[in-house]
């Protein structure tokens, strides 16, 4: 008896992860998803709309624009990716916003369904559109990617257990909000969730150099932009962080970035203009 309970569990939950199985746009990584993409962009909007309702947005006109500007030609690269890969049906997921916030900090995060933020102290250390297109890139990444989703996921495996998980995913929709307010930045966990966390930042990194690369930006800036921000201020060890050292992240772009330019880029049209709280939705670049 124990045996057969013991089997139809797994089974179910066999079950479960196959029906909520995703892939990664560029990567082919394959995912789990137990969470449909419209009750997530429901919570994220529902979020989102709340934080931007008392964000202070910036009065600087030009780096507003820059920042539309990078944006909506990273938007337009990604849509063309998907368009060109088989996965037009994709696009319904994405509403793109690009908006800069007179925040000091030295920051950018993302939502679901497109949403993209550029604190103004990032602007005080990007030095050209390229350097804010490793930013924007790496952002809109985590969108494509569905990173928030599978947080939200894995947040239900852990929390909710394979003994009531069928339960648990029958009735999500009354869980979503809740689960979104852990997913979308309020702190960190040790253990499962931070390695996890990791895997989806060197994810988001790879695939925002490819989609600069498509808009025309210059991707090699991406090494000497992460040096930079390493150099602004103090590390705090890997293990304790959700985001990769600055030393592994340069690692893997140096390695991936000759690949990604023989496969992607056409052309070098490298832009060369300068520019010299509540909880906070996840996927921040967390720069100290």
Known sequence: MKMMKKTTLSLL???????????????????VLLVSDQEVLSSSLTQYSSYMSTAPRSTN?????MVTRVGKRIAAATD??????GLESELANFAWEFNLVNDKQVNAFC??????????????LVESEDELAVVVG?????AVAKHSNERMSQQMLAEYGAQILG???SQKSEMVQSMAAQVYGLGAQYGL?????????L???????????IAGYNPDVAIGFWQKMSADGAQIPEFMSTHPSDAKRIKEIQSELPKIKKKYQVGNTSSSSSATSSSKPAYELHFK
């Open 80 to 85: 063309q990716y998907l368009r060109q890969n």
């Open 111 to 124: 939502m679901p369904g497109g949403k993209i933020v550029v604190y103004e102290g990032l602007m005080n």
């Open 167 to 169: 339960a648990a995913v």
């Open 61 to 65: 006109a030009s780096r507003t624009a």
């Open 13 to 31: 939950v066999a079950a479960l992860l196959c029906v909520g199985c995703g892939t990664v746009p560029i990567t082919g990584r394959k995912q």
């Open 193 to 201: 969730s931070l390695p996890f966390s990791r895997k989806h930042e």
């Open 203 to 213: 994810e988001a990194d790879y695939m925002g150099l490819i989609l600069m690369t």
């Open 138 to 142: 790496h952002e809109v990444a985590h």
